[in-house]
């Protein structure tokens, strides 16, 4: 089977790279492959564990440990992972060897998410210089390379200079106007149960008026991990790529961004996510909410 990222391998700027790309790099002295896994647990109550228990014992040879709670505003409830100022995530980048010449690739053990979100966040600060490996941790250890349990991390490096784009990230009152554009399509990343309203996650049930739902998990090819080629995607997409703006969310912009990335490697222009996600929109009983399709 074909995935998504097999014309893109070797090439800066792309978001996905494969498994066979980065091992033959892992010496290059630009490189930094960083970890960002996440466990979450959201019923009974949310529940949020960092993957760096599994990192020490087995990683990408080099990789160092992202841990997205540090990564996102320290002000805020870990649980929400909202973007943090452009000086705090850079020099959190740089603690973590990420500096404006290195390259870098994300990768999880969680449905290439997480990845995603540190992919959608350096791309939102400025830092174009960064894929996500397709298939995360899975797809490296089926490719059969090489894996690591010493503690690893890279020298801290001058941090970038952000520059952030707030077009690629709309807030309460910008998705409020959403709801009621024709111009702008909203794509919920849940489960369908949670999107349908058969499960309530965020406190109420149902999605955010209008949206369409494309799992973060149906854009992935079930036996790899993998995101599904391109022809695949665009299928899962259909009408929505029609739209001159696409909005993803879900509860608190992680699986947004595993859509997000696909819209983008899909080669659509215009697509934002909805940072705050249904941790915000349910916590204001005034916004309306649909159940069903």
């Known amino acids: 089977m074909a995935h998504a990222a097999e014309d893109d391998m070797g090439s800066q700027h792309k978001p996905l790279v494969e498994s066979d790309w980065l091992a033959s790099r892992l010496g290059d002295p630009d490189l930094r492959v960083l ?20 990192w020490k014992r087995s990683h990408i040879p080099g990789a160092a440990f992202a841990d997205l709670r540090k990564l996102s505003e320290p ?60 298939g995360g941790w899975a797809a490296w250890q089926k490719g059969g390379h090489p894996e690591c349990s010493k503690s690893c991390a890279y020298p801290p490096a001058k941090p970038f200079s952000p520059q952030p784009r707030p077009e690629l990230v709309v807030g309460k009152q910008e998705m409020i106007a959403a709801t009621e554009c024709s111009r702008t399509c909203i794509v919920s990343a849940l489960g369908r149960r949670q999107h349908r309203g058969e499960r309530n996650e965020y406190r109420r049930r149902g999605h955010i008026p209008g949206a369409r739902n494309v799992t ?13 080629s391109k022809a695949e995607l665009l299928d899962r997409f259909g009408t929505i790529l029609d739209a001159e703006r696409i909005i993803t969310y879900c509860g608190s912009g992680i699986a947004a961004s595993s859509d997000a990335l696909a819209l983008h490697h899909l080669g659509h222009s215009n697509v934002a996510i909805y940072d705050g996600g249904l941790v915000e929109w349910n916590a204001d009983r005034t916004l309306p909410l649909e159940l069903g399709e």
């Open 216 to 228: 973060a998990w149906e854009i992935l090819d079930r036996d790899t991990l993998q995101y599904r």
């Open 35 to 54: 970890d960002a896994t996440i466990h979450v647990r959201t019923l009974p109550f949310p529940f949020i564990r960092s993957g760096k228990r599994e």
């Open 75 to 134: 002000t805020k409830r870990s649980y929400t992972f909202t973007l943090p100022s452009a000086s705090h995530f850079a020099e959190e980048m740089a603690r973590l060897g990420v500096g404006a010449d290195s390259r870098v690739v994300v990768y999880d053990s969680r449905h290439n998410m997480w990845a995603a979100r540190l992919w959608w966040m350096l791309r939102y600060f400025g830092f174009d210089n960064a894929s996500v490996l397709n």
